[in-house]
T-cell receptor
Framework: GAVVSQHPSWVICKSGTSVKIECRSL??????MFWYRQFPKQSLMLMAT?????????EQGVEKDKFLINHASLTLSTLTVTSAHPEDSSFYIC?????????????FGPGTRLTVT | DAKTTQPNSMESNEEEPVHLPCNHS???????IHWYRQLPSQGPEYVIH???SNVNNRMASLAIAEDRKSSTLILHRATLRDAAVYYC?????????????FGQGTILTVHP
């Protein structure tokens, strides 16, 4: 199966600063990637769909100006949390849609733990 | 989006089979049934998926009811490494193409 990496695996930042998280598809070109976040003891919640070469599609309630997504290449999508606050502390996970689309599995990254102090 | 219902938790003993149920009574004809599992502090891991027929892979089996309103993930011999949260998810096309809506899942505890 596909290998998806995320960088960094964890990050601590001060309130008001911005943090960039990278998601890379290591062994195939991914036109569609998804970004999720997961708060402690809760399930994953989809934040946005990232499509290569076009604007991301955000889920209802997710601020697009706060969570900037860039999918500039077929192997890299980035999520930038701008002006981070403690309530943004969460586990951020990306996934890559397989080449066979709905008939295929999704490949998840290992996640990035963000702590905002 | 079609929803799924799973038990909050289940327990098993090591080396025994585990049957994890999932109800999806509002499934549409084109929805795929996917199963993922998540270990603590890790991203989810794909387990298996199917559309209408039962499926087998090296990790598990998926039994799909004839009316597709329910399915069962079968772990043939549970190991301690199978302890995780298991998510049953319907994946559809259209405007929700590929999006995964995670419910609370089933927490599987495996006893040695």
């Amino acid at each position: 199966g596909a290998v998806v990496s995320q960088h960094p695996s964890w990050v601590i930042c001060k309130s008001g600063t911005s943090v960039k998280i990278e998601c890379r598809s290591l062994d195939f070109q991914a036109t569609t990637m998804f970004w999720y976040r997961q708060f402690p003891k809760q399930s994953l919640m989809l934040m946005a769909t990232s499509n290569e070469g076009s604007k991301a599609t955000y889920e209802q309630g997710v601020e697009k100006d706060k969570f900037l997504i860039n999918h500039a290449s077929l192997t890299l999508s980035t999520l930038t949390v701008t002006s981070a606050h403690p309530e943004d502390s969460s586990f951020y996970i990306c996934s890559v849609l397989g080449l066979a689309g709905l008939r295929d599995e999704q490949y998840f990254g290992p996640g990035t733990r963000l702590t905002v102090t | 989006d079609a929803k799924t219902t799973q038990p909050n938790s289940m327990e098993s003993n090591e080396e025994e089979p585990v049957h994890l149920p999932c109800n999806h009574s509002t499934i549409s004809g084109t929805d795929y049934i996917h199963w993922y599992r998540q270990l603590p502090s890790q991203g989810p891991e794909y387990v298996i998926h199917g559309l209408t027929s039962n499926v087998n892979n090296r990790m598990a089996s998926l039994a799909i009811a004839e009316d597709r309103k329910s399915s069962t993930l079968i772990l043939h011999r549970a190991t301690l490494r199978d302890a995780a949260v298991y998510y049953c998810i319907l994946v559809s096309g259209g405007t929700s193409y590929g999006k995964l809506t995670f419910g609370q899942g089933t927490i599987l505890t495996v006893h040695p």
